[in-house]
T-cell receptor
Framework: AQKVTQAQTEISVVEKEDVTLDCVYE???????LFWYKQPPSGELVFLIR??????QNEISGRYSWNFQKSTSSFNFTITASQVVDSAVYFC????????????FGSGTKLNVKP | DGGITQSPKYLFRKEGQNVTLSCEQN?????MYWYRQDPGQGLRLIYY???????QKGDIAEGYSVSREKKESFPLTVTSAQKNPTAFYLC???????????FGPGTRLTVL
């Protein structure tokens, strides 16, 4: 069965620190997609990145970077030089390999960035 | 502006009442979804629809119903059969199933 684990419930950092949010997934599918979403206090989820299971290249987008390692079933997210505006809940999600309509979300990591 | 709208933002209902949550999108997406979020938890899929006049149950469909009569609209009815309906409800859409889903601002439902 598919499962996403975000073991870090809450993380607090001081502005300008780097922070890594962990995501570990379980699936028996060979084709699947992984996602990261940000949920600010307003509640609306904001899409950050999508990765398919055949693309293990790391990705960098500004201060954000993602490390996908199939060998450890992990898809970790790093924010470099964190800012107060990064404060939010971050969710990792995994698509079902047979029914891509089904997403499995982790329980989220709340990131607090203090000035 | 293209996007997803949900109304109302806050909704209160008495026990035993059915209530309908609205979700409209103007992104021309075929697929639409309803999720439920409880405090400190991730999102759980209630129903989804890949095309007009077709919808499928998700993981927690009991006590909920949906319709998809128009491409842009996917309302969710929370029935009195839902034992614990107080939650944050999020609607989403995607152009194709394996693509990213775009979310609306959500409706917070409280049962009094």
């Amino acid at each position: 069965a598919q499962k996403v684990t975000q073991a870090q419930t809450e993380i607090s950092v001081v502005e300008k620190e780097d922070v890594t949010l962990d995501c570990v997934y379980e699936t028996r599918d060979t084709t699947y997609y992984l996602f990261w979403y940000k949920q600010p206090p307003s509640g609306e989820l904001v899409f950050l990145i999508r990765r398919n299971s055949f693309d293990e290249q790391n990705e960098i987008s500004g201060r954000y970077s993602w490390n996908f390692q199939k060998s450890t079933s992990s898809f970790n997210f790093t924010i470099t030089a964190s800012q107060v505006v990064d404060s939010a809940v971050y969710f990792c999600a995994l698509s079902d390999g047979y029914n891509f309509n089904k997403f499995y979300f982790g329980s989220g990591t709340k990131l607090n960035v203090k000035p | 502006d293209g996007g997803i709208t949900q109304s109302p933002k806050y909704l209160f209902r008495k026990e035993g009442q059915n209530v309908t949550l609205s979700c409209e999108q103007n992104l021309n997406h075929d697929a639409m979804y309803w999720y439920r979020q409880d405090p400190g938890q991730g999102l759980r899929l209630i129903y989804y629809s890949q095309i007009v006049n077709d919808f499928q149950k998700g993981d927690i469909a009991e006590g909920y119903s949906v319709s998809r009569e128009k491409k842009e609209s996917f309302p969710l009815t929370v029935t009195s059969a839902q034992k614990n309906p107080t939650a944050f409800y999020l609607c989403a859409s995607s152009i194709v199933p394996h693509n990213e889903q775009f979310f609306g601002p959500g409706t917070r439902l409280t049962v009094l």
